[in-house]
């Protein structure tokens, strides 16, 4: 995984402005900490900063080859193409010859070959760039989850563009500027696409090929999750889905440095691990796994309407019957409410998400597992493409007029907008903003002929959650782990998947009335029988009041810097009444307020935004 950035002036020679193309470049260190350079030739200026997976020695970018006539194309490559070797042996047929190994050098190829069509021939997780010479233009390329990040900033005559915010934001022409939509996206959890919370900037979307030429800059969408008819009946559905997550799994293994996996203890990760390790078994090789803990999580645990049980048995189970080499990552309060791991957290998602303790935990178990492995399979995304939410079997959440997983959210998170003041909340209309991204989202689904009106309802569901919901996990599981050099891969986001799946009918989906019945049985085999009859639990929250006692008395030191700008936004009032609850009485709502507004603050201390509410 790498760092890509980038900047093409069509009226400048940008030979005179390296200075400028390495402070961009040098905001990607965590991304790549392996390796770093730069490629300016007249208007076009590419930085990479990498981390070596594929090819130690040979994957050097930017990377260029030349066409017949001798004119470069440059790449700059963040990502993994899977099926590299299949498409390499196409490239060398067609008489392209390699110097590497890597599979930078097959897409950049591929580029020569089939030209921005070589989007749709990748497998993978990707974000990339090519500068083309002779035709003078400038392709950005995602892929089509949105694995990968990429954002662009249209200038007067050309594109700034980077892998995170921070490489554009640190040119002098892009503004630092956030507006009302910016802020509305901080506060309603939904994703809207192409949005980039600094006003002027924009992301690739996924699936998405954008161009930029003297001529301005053109879209063009190179896969989308579209509707068709699936004619497999159950036991055919079921292996196919094994079949499929076979196939995937042994792809996104391929790597020349250590490899894990990430353990919950949840059917996902455990139907992925126990594949890993079935496949490694056939080369010898043992599994590393990891998981994350709390002190006293198991002992004292306390079950809620959204998780039942610890994790931690589970994980166990696991380990034992899969035969991982397993590692529990213990964390306590201090640790989640330490201000120098929210600082860290701050910058590498650039935004204040206000994701509290399991933000921290996360970034804290990444550079835990950064001292063994560099690449992660996770089983993140199962929930999306099989159906694992509880607002897939709620339903009023089924039959609302709105994104499904808001319906009770503020119930089961807390409500984090009560913590503003009368007149931003008005300013803002979330509700309204939120009803229009809902039914933007939904003109997009297409109904089979013969679609009964609940499989209708519940596709649109589907399409939501791998469409909207989905995005924002992916973006924080990118950020948290390339902000300590670790490459996190989602087998669960193989497009051949996500396809499949979708289309199957939601009766197939829940063949036996609970959440994720085609993956359980697909990988039954493979998992203890407490994972196999366990419910759905999500990313697990500390439950220790030390924590709620740190955040308070870290709202105090803030209350007590009275003109600090965040206070245009958060009521005074609220925060102070929230810094002096009794801890043990200390609701919901309040922990992620007091979260959510600590994380204000700080993205306000370090990224000094102009915040407009008109």
């Known amino acids: 995984m790498c760092g890509i950035t980038g900047w093409i002036s069509f009226d400048r020679d940008l030979r005179s402005e390296q200075e400028t193309v390495d402070a961009m470049t040098e905001t990607m260190a965590c991304r790549g900490p392996d390796d770093r350079g730069t490629w300016v030739q007249g208007p076009a200026a590419l930085g990479h900063c990498r981390l070596a997976i594929i090819d130690l020695p040979g994957g050097r970018q930017p990377m260029t080859a030349e066409r017949a006539d001798g004119s470069p194309v440059t790449l700059v490559y963040s990502g993994e193409a899977y099926n590299f070797g299949e498409l390499r042996k196409e490239l060398v047929s067609r008489g392209h010859r390699f110097t590497t190994g890597s599979d930078t050098e097959v897409v950049l190829r591929g580029y020569l070959e089939w030209g921005e069509e070589v989007a749709g021939r990748l497998n993978g997780m990707f974000a990339f760039a090519v500068w083309d010479e002779q035709r003078r233009r400038l392709v950005m390329v995602r892929d089509r989850m949105g694995i990968k990040p990429f954002y662009y900033y249209p200038t007067p005559d050309g594109v700034l563009f980077g892998s995170e915010p921070k490489a554009i934001l640190a040119h002098p022409l892009a503004g630092r500027n956030v507006g009302l939509d910016g802020l509305?996206?901080?506060?309603?959890?939904?994703?809207?696409?192409?949005?980039?919370?600094?006003?002027?900037?924009?992301?690739?979307?996924?699936?998405?090929?954008?161009?930029?030429?003297?001529?301005g800059l053109r879209r063009h969408v190179y896969w989308s999750l579209r509707t068709r008819a699936h004619i497999d009946d159950r036991d055919t559905s079921i292996a196919r889905v094994r079949t499929l997550l076979d196939d995937i799994v042994r792809r996104q293994l391929v790597a020349d440095v250590p490899r894990c996996t990430l353990l919950s203890g949840g059917l996902d990760s455990s139907a992925m691990t126990a594949l890993a390790a079935r496949q490694l078994d056939e080369t010898d090789e043992t599994v590393r796994s990891f998981a994350v803990d709390f002190v006293g999580r198991t002992e004292h645990f306390v079950a809620d309407e959204l998780r039942a049980t610890p994790d931690t048995p589970y994980v166990h189970d696991v380990a034992r019957l899969a035969g991982t080499d397993h590692q529990d990552i213990v964390l306590d309060s201090a640790d989640l409410a330490d201000p120098d791991v929210r600082a860290k957290v701050i910058r590498a998602r650039d935004i204040p998400m206000g994701f509290g303790d399991m933000d921290a935990s996360l970034y804290l178990l990444f550079k835990a597992i950064r001292r063994h492995s560099t690449v992660a399979l996770s089983g993140e995304s199962a929930d999306e493409v099989f159906g694992g939410y509880k607002q897939f079997f709620d339903e009023e959440a089924r039959r609302a007029d709105t994104f499904p997983w808001l319906v009770r959210f503020a119930e089961h998170f807390g409500d984090d907008g009560n913590i503003l003041n009368p007149a931003v909340t008005a300013s803002l209309d979330l509700g309204s903003y939120i009803q229009d991204g809902y039914r933007s989202a939904v003109r997009d689904v297409e109904r089979l002929d013969g679609e009964s009106d609940f499989e209708f309802r519940m596709r649109k569901i589907c399409y939501l959650h791998l469409t909207r919901f989905v995005r924002i996990l992916l973006d924080r599981k990118d950020r948290a782990s390339m902000a300590v050099g670790l490459e996190v891969r989602v087998p669960f986001c193989d497009h051949r998947l996500v396809e499949y799946v979708y289309n199957t009918p939601w009766?197939?989906?829940?063949?036996?009335?609970?959440?994720?019945s085609l993956l359980r049985e697909a990988t039954a085999d493979l998992l203890p029988k407490s994972v196999y009859g366990r419910v759905k639990s999500p990313y697990p929250s500390t439950q220790d009041p030390q924590y709620a006692v740190a955040l308070q008395h870290h709202a105090k030191d803030l209350l007590s810097r009275s003109s600090h700008p965040v206070f245009d936004l958060v009521d005074r009032n609220w925060l102070k009444r929230a810094a002096h609850h009794e801890a043990p009485q200390i609701t919901q709502a309040s922990r992620r307020g007091l979260e959510k507004t600590l994380d204000l603050a700080l993205w306000w201390d370090m990224y000094s935004p102009t915040v407009t509410l008109s």
Do not use: C, Q
């Open 507 to 516: 009766a197939l989906k829940s063949f036996d009335g609970r959440e994720k």
């Open 184 to 215: 509305r996206e901080l506060f309603a959890f939904v994703k809207t696409p192409g949005h980039a919370i600094w006003e002027g900037m924009r992301e690739v979307e996924p699936g998405t090929v954008v161009t930029v030429d003297r001529d």
